[in-house]
T-cell receptor, first 110, second 116 residues
Framework: EDQVTQSPEALRLQEGESSSLNCSYT??????LFWYRQDPGKGPEFLFTLYSAGEEKEKERLKATLTKKESFLHITAPKPEDSATYLC???????????FGKGTSLLVTP | ETGVTQTPRHLVMGMTNKKSLKCEQHLGHNAMYWYKQSAKKPLELMFVYNFKEQTENNSVPSRFSPECPNSSHLFLHLHTLQPEDSALYLCASSQDETGPTNEKLFFGSGTQLSVL
């Protein structure tokens, strides 16, 4: 059965303090790995799709990377507006549904 | 209006009530989805529609009944719900040339449902 584990569950950073969020996965045949951002009271917002190990994607202060076992979402010099819950999800050959992790709640303080 | 719109934003209902959640997408997408988000749990896929046809029912209890009259509108009809059905219900859409891939999804803001 496909599994997605995100760590840490919660992360508090000072503005400008760079860090990484982790998404480890176990799937039978990865089709794609996805990162979403969810603000309180809103639905998730698509950030990135990664398809193969070694692939990297960037958007502003965010950079997503992928290996055969995990993905990292690197946040460089975060700002308070980066505070949100970040969700990781995988699609695989074993089933149709996207398997989501429980998310990492990020708080960036001024 | 752009994006995916869900109404109502909040809903409180008793276990014997019947209510409906509405979703409308203004993106011209062909696939629409219902997801359930419970506290401390991952998002769970409930239903998928592609061009109005249901293509996925993820073992959802029959007290949840979806309806997709056209590619832009999606409903979730609720009846005799249980307190454990309290959750955030999210609608999403996507544009996929060869059918719903459940990948790059555009979500609405959700309906926060409380069942008393």
């Amino acid at each position: 059965e496909d599994q997605v584990t995100q760590s840490p569950e919660a992360l508090r950073l000072q503005e400008g303090e760079s860090s990484s969020l982790n998404c480890s996965y176990t799937v039978s045949g990865l089709r794609g790995l996805f990162w979403y951002r969810q603000d309180p009271g809103k639905g998730p917002e698509f950030l990135f799709t990664l398809y193969s190990a070694g692939e990297e994607k960037e958007k502003e202060r965010l950079k997503a990377t992928l290996t055969k076992k995990e993905s990292f979402l690197h946040i460089t010099a975060p700002k308070p507006e980066d505070s949100a819950t970040y969700l990781c999800a995988v699609s695989s050959n074993s089933g149709y549904a996207l398997n989501f992790g429980k998310g990492t709640s990020l708080l960036v303080t001024p | 209006e752009t994006g995916v719109t869900q109404t109502p934003r909040h809903l409180v209902m008793g276990m014997t009530n019947k209510k409906s959640l509405k979703c409308e997408q203004h993106l011209g997408h062909n696939a629409m989805y219902w997801y359930k988000q419970s506290a401390k749990k991952p998002l769970e896929l409930m239903f998928v529609y592609n061009f109005k046809e249901q293509t996925e029912n993820n073992s959802v209890p029959s007290r949840f009944s979806p309806e997709c009259p056209n590619s832009s509108h999606l409903f979730l009809h609720l009846h005799t719900l249980q307190p454990e059905d309290s959750a955030l219900y999210l609608c999403a859409s996507s544009q996929d040339e060869t059918g719903p891939t459940n990948e790059k999804l555009f979500f609405g803001s959700g309906t926060q449902l409380s069942v008393l």
